[in-house]
C-alpha cells in the first residue's frame, strides 16, 4: 500500500478573514469536529494505513490543547504530523517559544507557517518571524508559506523574510473562495504538467475530498467530493481515492496534458492557472462525463 497523507480539517473557524482565503466563501464558516470524534478518526486513520496529516482548514491553534492531544496520538500512532498555522499566537518571542515547545513535546513533526500581504494586514509579521524563530531554536522543522500573486507589491514581504533569515517557499495565489473575484495577472512561464499528489481533505462535518484546495468548491459536479465518515469507513474512501482513474490522471499525467486531451488549444491552456484549469475540465457535467468515459482508455495512454 502507498503512504497515505491527509489534510484534516478539524475546524474551519479562524480569527482572521484572509481577503484570499480560499477555504471560506463570503458566509462565515465556523464547523468544528467533536475531539472525541476526532480522537476516533485518528484511531480509524491509523489503521487504515496513514502516515501524514497536516492539520489545517481555518486556524488549528485556536483549540491549541486539543491540537496537542490529537497530535500526540498521531506520535503514538506512528504518523507524521504538520499543523498550518498563521501565527496570531507568537505576539512575544516569549509566548513563540513555549508554545513551539509545547507542540514540540507532544510530537509535532513540522510547523508550516502562512505568511503573505493579505495575512500580514491581520497578524503582524513579527509573530511568523516568533515563530520561526521559536522553532528554530528547539530544532523544530518549520517554514513559511509565502502566498504571493507574483506582483511587486509582495516585493517588501519577500524581502523582509530574507532580511531575517526565515526559510520560505512561495505558493501561488489559488484562484478559489475569497479570491476568485481577485483580478488575474498575466503569468509567464513554461508549459506545466501540472500534476498534484491529491492528498484528501477531511471537513470539520466529516465530509472527504480528493483534492484539499480548490477542489471541495466544485459545487456542479462534486467532483471531488468522496464521500461521508458517517456511512463510509476511512480505508474505503481513501481507496475510492486511489482507484478513480481521473484522479490518476491528475497525478501521473497531470491537468495540462488532461485539458490537451479535451480539445484546449496549448496556448489557450497557458492562460490558465492550474486549479481554474482543473475547474473547467471537472466542474462542467458535459465535459466530465466525456473525461470519465475516456480516463479508463485512451486518456489512460495520454503520457510522453
Ligand atoms: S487564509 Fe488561513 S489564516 Fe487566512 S482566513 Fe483563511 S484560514 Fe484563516
Ligand atoms: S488543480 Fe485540481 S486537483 Fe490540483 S490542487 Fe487544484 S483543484 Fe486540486
Redesign the pocket.
Known amino acids: 500500500m502507498q503512504p497515505r497523507n491527509v489534510a484534516f480539517g478539524y475546524s474551519t473557524r ?1 480569527n ?3 481577503a ?5 466563501d463570503e458566509v462565515r464558516d465556523d464547523r468544528k469536529m467533536e475531539l472525541d470524534q476526532a480522537r476516533g478518526v485518528l484511531a480509524e486513520m491509523a489503521g487504515a494505513g496513514v502516515r501524514g496529516i497536516s492539520f489545517t ?3 488549528p491553534l485556536l483549540y491549541l490543547d486539543d491540537l496537542v492531544d490529537l497530535v500526540g496520538r498521531c506520535r503514538d500512532y506512528g504518523i507524521y504530523t504538520r499543523i498550518v498555522t ?1 501565527s496570531f499566537w507568537a505576539r512575544t518571542q516569549a509566548e513563540a517559544d513555549r508554545i513551539v515547545q509545547l507542540l514540540q513535546a507532544s510530537g509535532l513533526c513540522q510547523l508550516r507557517l ?1 505568511y503573505s500581504r ?2 500580514q494586514q491581520h497578524v503582524s509579521r513579527e509573530c511568523v518571524r516568533n515563530a520561526a524563530r521559536g522553532c528554530r531554536k528547539i530544532g523544530l522543522d518549520a517554514f513559511v508559506s509565502f502566498v504571493t500573486d507574483f506582483s511587486e507589491q509582495d516585493d517588501p514581504h519577500e524581502q523582509f523574510l530574507r532580511d531575517h533569515g526565515l526559510t520560505f517557499f512561495p505558493e501561488p495565489v489559488i484562484y478559489a473562495g475569497r479570491a476568485g473575484a481577485f483580478p488575474r495577472r498575466g503569468i509567464f512561464t513554461d508549459y506545466q504538467a501540472n500534476c498534484c499528489p491529491m492528498n484528501p481533505y477531511l471537513s470539520p462535518d466529516l465530509e472527504m475530498y480528493a483534492c484539499c484546495d480548490a477542489g471541495s468548491h466544485f459545487a456542479n459536479t462534486g467532483f471531488f467530493r468522496l464521500g461521508s465518515l458517517r456511512d463510509t469507513t476511512v480505508g474505503e474512501l481513501l481507496e475510492a481515492s486511489e482507484r478513480n482513474p481521473l484522479y490518476h490522471a491528475i497525478r501521473t499525467v497531470g491537468i495540462t496534458a488532461i485539458a490537451s486531451f479535451a480539445g484546449f488549444k496549448a496556448r489557450e491552456i497557458v492562460t490558465y492557472r492550474k486549479c481554474e484549469l482543473c475547474r473547467e475540465l471537472f466542474d462542467s457535467p458535459e465535459r466530465l462525463a466525456m473525461l470519465r468515459q475516456a480516463a479508463a482508455a485512451d486518456l489512460s495512454g495520454w503520457t510522453r
Do not use: D, K
Not at 484570499?20 to 471560506?24: K, P, R
Open positions: 479562524c482572521i478573514r484572509c484570499h482565503c480560499v477555504a471560506a482548514a481555518g486556524e498563521n502562512s493579505w495575512h
